[in-house]
């Protein structure tokens, strides 16, 4: 398969060059030529399914030609070793649990998907140069890229989070582990971590000094494999035969997520409609009311993994619609919350529902809680547990929150990081001393 980019200036690249560079030589973000439907037949008896064959039938459309079944077949697996249940919240608003992987956090399948191809990509070099992973994280990126890439032979992650804006839970996932992976503490906002990162790539003095590639959401060894749990939403839907009319709701902030989904439609996932929920950072929202795109600085909020002010994948999402604003609104409405609507839906959900929302998770549900229709069915996505977001939740809900094991295993390690200013001279100079 032959990845392009979103802005048409860059030659095409195969899987591993899309894979490894992250981001066009145009500053594009890379797309699959083609996006194969899947057939009839997997959608008729998609509820017999595990969620590993589901994943591999998906990934074999993108990736089936790039690597071998077996390994493939391994990656996916592998990847996916914990269960996405859809949990009823309501009698029709249903809750794709995305954080039961390692972090809590829906990001481990594709930052886990990613670990995993780039080292086979990386064994099967015959001059195996280490390879430099560059992260800028909001909060969730930073700790699933990094235990995603633990250990992984022949790579270095570097994650960069702004300083003081990540909850203290967050932090400790990424800056605890040590072994081949660097924290890097940016004195600005995840704005500027992610200018950092986009610049370090297009340096070339840095790129011919080392070999740098990017896990943030653009790469779309990270970006693709968020699909799958899409077609086994659906499918667990279907068990229970309300697959008719099902609307998909995406707590976003770069919109990787909701920008897998809309390939999965493309692929045939029989999905009525989509609503991109925000937080007060409605820069997507405003596109679609106004078709003006004005990206502005991120403001700070309790769904903080959502602090966005110029999503990334956006370029994708026009790029996959031919730049219509129409096209996009027949798929796609969206949703905008304040701090104090996000607090009030978490409140109100645990008290007529028994059910405890994260400050993302909450987005979606209020936007179905609105936004659905006579006869339709939601789910929304529940992106990370609750307990990641410890002292804002209880805050909220004035009801202690008990911290999961896999979350307090994190917590008992030392932070190491290294402090920066949001200033690429000094990064590269960093870099280059490495
Ligand atoms: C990253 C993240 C989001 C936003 O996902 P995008 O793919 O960037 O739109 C939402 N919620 C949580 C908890 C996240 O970590």
Same mark, same amino acid.
């Given at each position: 398969m032959k990845y392009y980019s979103t802005n048409g200036q860059a030659p095409e690249a195969n899987l591993e060059k899309a894979v490894v560079k992250g981001?066009?030589?145009?500053?594009g973000l890379y797309m699959p030529e083609r996006i194969k439907p899947l057939s009839p037949e997997f959608f008729n008896q998609?509820?017999?399914?595990t969620f590993q064959e589901i994943a591999y039938q998906v990934a074999d459309a993108f990736f089936g030609e790039d690597v071998p079944a077996d390994t493939l077949k391994e990656i996916v697996y592998d990847t996916l070793s914990f269960d996405v249940p859809a949990v009823p919240v309501t009698d029709r608003i249903y809750s794709?649990?995305?954080?039961?992987g390692p972090t809590l956090a829906f990001k481990d399948v594709g930052a886990r998907f990613m670990a995993r191809l780039l080292g086979y990509f990386n064994a099967r070099e015959a001059e195996n140069r280490l390879v430099n992973v560059l992260v800028a994280t909001s909060g969730d990126t930073g700790s699933a890229v990094a235990n995603g890439f /633990?250990? %992984?032979?022949g790579i270095h992650v570097y994650v960069l989070y702004p300083k003081g804006k990540v909850s203290p839970i967050q932090e400790c996932q990424f800056t605890t582990l040590g072994q081949n992976i660097t924290a890097l503490e940016v004195d600005g906002v995840f704005d500027d971590c992610q200018a950092l990162v986009k610049t370090a790539f297009m340096d070339a003095e840095l790129n011919a000094h080392m070999k740098l590639t990017s896990a943030n959401s653009i790469n779309v060894a990270r970006f693709?494999?968020?699909?799958f749990y899409y077609f086994y939403a659906y499918a667990q839907m279907k068990k229970r035969g309300m697959a008719d009319n099902l609307v998909v709701c995406v707590p976003s902030g770069n919109f990787g997520n909701i920008c897998s989904a809309l390939f999965g439609k493309r692929m045939g /996932?029989? %999905?009525k409609r989509f609503i991109a929920a925000n937080n007060a950072n409605d820069i997507f929202y405003n596109y679609l009311q106004t078709g003006q795109y004005n990206p502005r600085p991120s403001v700070q909020t309790?769904?903080?993994?959502?602090?966005?002010?110029?999503?990334?994948?956006f370029a994708r999402i026009l790029n996959l619609y031919g730049s219509s604003h129409e096209a996009i609104c027949n798929d796609i409405s969206g949703a905008t919350y304040t701090d104090g609507q996000i607090a009030d839906t978490m409140r109100d959900c645990l008290n007529e529902n028994g059910y405890l929302l994260d400050p993302h998770g909450a987005c979606g549900y209020r936007a179905l809680q609105e936004g659905l229709q006579e006869g339709e069915t939601g789910i929304f996505l529940e992106?990370?547990?609750p307990a990641k977001f410890k002292d804002t939740v209880e805050k909220i809900t004035g009801q202690p929150l008990p911290v999961p094991e896999k979350l307090a295993a994190f917590m008992k390690g030392k932070k190491q990081s290294v402090s920066l200013l949001a200033d690429f001279t000094q990064f590269k100079q960093f870099l280059l001393e490495q």
């Open positions: 981001l066009a030589e145009d500053r998609i509820e017999n399914l794709l649990e995305l954080f039961h /633990l250990g %992984v032979p693709l494999p968020q699909s /996932l029989p %999905v309790i769904a903080n993994a959502m602090d966005v002010g110029d999503p990334s994948n992106t990370a547990h």
